[in-house]
């Protein structure tokens, strides 16, 4: 199974920051990665597919990049409804389906 | 507009039963695999079983093989999961999840239904 490891785990920032996290493959997985972000107490939501396809209707200021076994989840100017947990996800083998343990954004 | 709406959950004892039950409406759903992942409290996401559409694929995790059913009702526009004998690890929000097409993420989600596994 592909084993996904986001870092840092948390990481605090400030309205208005730019702000990057990471997500490593034990694999490569060419560029079949996704990005969600979770709210507190509300379902993810799809953010970034395929690593660097941003999702319909999602901010501009969400970004995504790599390939292979590193990538990159950047936001360009940190708004409030952004602090929550981001997680990665693997879509390149059949199941199991694998998550990242998340990357918590903390004002 | 995409709406999944889960049920079913509650408190079960360890070795009971439950089932769950998510309503999808505002999509083609029997174009759609459809999934279920879990979040323990305070944890991370799960991918507990997926279903393609014409049920011709099931996928579940190792930790639920023999134990978790998926299946659907594309008349229905319902996809459920049978679990039996539950286990403590098994106390998660499980969240009802629509696959994207060609793309194997999940692009719509239901709001989730709590299954607690306690005596």
């Known amino acids: 199974d592909i084993q996904m490891t986001q870092s840092p785990s948390s990481l605090s920032a400030s309205i208005g920051d730019r702000v990057t996290m990471t997500c490593r493959a034990s694999q490569s997985i060419s560029t079949h990665l996704n990005w969600y972000r979770q709210k507190p107490g509300k379902a993810p939501e799809l953010l970034i597919h395929?690593?660097?396809t941003l999702q319909s209707g999602v901010a501009s200021r969400f970004s995504g990049s790599g390939s292979g076994t590193e990538f990159t989840l950047t936001i360009s100017s940190v708004q409030l409804e952004d602090f929550a947990i981001y997680f990665c996800?693997?879509?390149?083998?059949?199941?199991?389906?694998?998550f990242g343990q998340g990357t918590r954004l903390d004002i | 507009e995409v709406q999944l709406l889960e049920s079913g959950g509650g408190l079960v004892k360890p070795g009971g039963s439950l089932r769950l039950s998510c309503a999808a409406s505002g999509f083609a759903f029997n174009s759609h695999t459809m999934a279920w992942v879990r979040q323990a409290p305070g944890k991370g996401l799960e991918w507990v079983s997926s279903?393609?559409?014409?049920?011709?694929?099931?996928y579940y995790r190792d930790s639920v093989k023999g134990r978790f059913t998926i299946s659907r009702d594309n008349a229905k526009r319902l996809v459920y999961l049978q679990m039996d004998s539950v286990r403590g690890e098994d106390t998660a929000v499980y969240y009802c999840?629509?696959?994207?097409?060609?793309?194997?993420?999940?692009?719509?989600w239901g709001q989730g239904t709590l299954v607690t596994v306690s005596s």
């Open positions: 999840a629509r696959e994207s097409i060609l793309i194997r993420n999940f692009d719509s």
């Open positions: 996800q693997e879509s390149y083998s059949t199941p199991p389906i694998t």
């Open positions: 279903i393609s559409s014409g049920s011709s694929y099931i």
């Open positions: 395929s690593a660097s």
